[in-house]
């Protein structure tokens, strides 16, 4: 078990700057965006919808490097935020069923889904990666772990 001795978030300045918790989210949302966003666009183009006359396997090649770079942001801009109230999350059903989705959505991008181009893998793929946004936003509307 966490000591709460060992953490006070009354310091953290994600608590103690007016405006850096919303900062903080609004980049989280921003690259969250660009990675689920570009997985989505070979998704669809598995699926046989959106961008005409391109290939999965080209979109996946020419969306890499902005899917990785959205992936290490969000997950970054993820810790700072868990790091302003972190009993919450940790208790929190919601935040822990998106954490499970993102790793399995993570291990699936990099594994499957570069591997086997199908209508069945894009579908799979789209619904971890919308799984992950509405367990986002059922723990932001929501009392979170209390």
């Given at each position: 078990?966490?000591?709460?001795?060992?953490?006070?978030?009354?310091?953290?300045?994600?608590?103690?700057?007016?405006?850096?918790?919303?900062?903080?989210?609004?980049?989280?949302?921003?690259?969250?965006?660009?990675?689920?966003?570009?997985?989505?666009?070979?998704?669809?183009?598995?699926?046989?919808?959106?961008?005409?006359?391109?290939?999965?396997?080209?979109?996946?090649?020419?969306?890499?490097?902005?899917?990785?770079?959205?992936?290490?942001?969000?997950?970054?801009?993820?810790?700072a935020?868990?790091?302003?109230?972190?009993?919450?999350?940790?208790?929190?059903p919601?935040?822990?069923?998106?954490?499970?989705?993102?790793?399995?959505?993570?291990?699936?991008n990099?594994?499957?889904?570069?591997?086997?181009?199908?209508?069945?893998?894009?579908?799979?793929?789209?619904?971890?990666?919308?799984?992950?946004?509405?367990?986002?936003?059922?723990?932001?509307?929501?009392?979170?772990?209390?």
């Amino acid at each position: 078990m966490i000591q709460t001795s060992l953490y006070d978030t009354a310091n953290n300045p994600l608590n103690t700057i007016e405006w850096a918790f919303a900062a903080t989210e609004c980049v989280h949302i921003a690259s969250m965006a660009l990675s689920v966003g570009t997985i989505a666009m070979v998704d669809f183009a598995m699926l046989g919808v959106g961008l005409r006359g391109q290939s999965p396997a080209k979109l996946l090649r020419e969306t890499e490097l902005l899917t990785g770079v959205g992936l290490v942001i969000v997950i970054s801009s993820g810790m700072a935020l868990f790091s302003t109230d972190p009993f919450r999350y940790y208790y929190s059903p919601d935040f822990r069923l998106k954490m499970l989705l993102l790793l399995v959505g993570c291990v699936y991008n990099y594994t499957i889904h570069r591997r086997v181009m199908s209508k069945l893998v894009g579908a799979i793929s789209l619904a971890i990666w919308i799984a992950v946004v509405f367990c986002g936003l059922f723990f932001g509307f929501t009392a979170g772990g209390y």
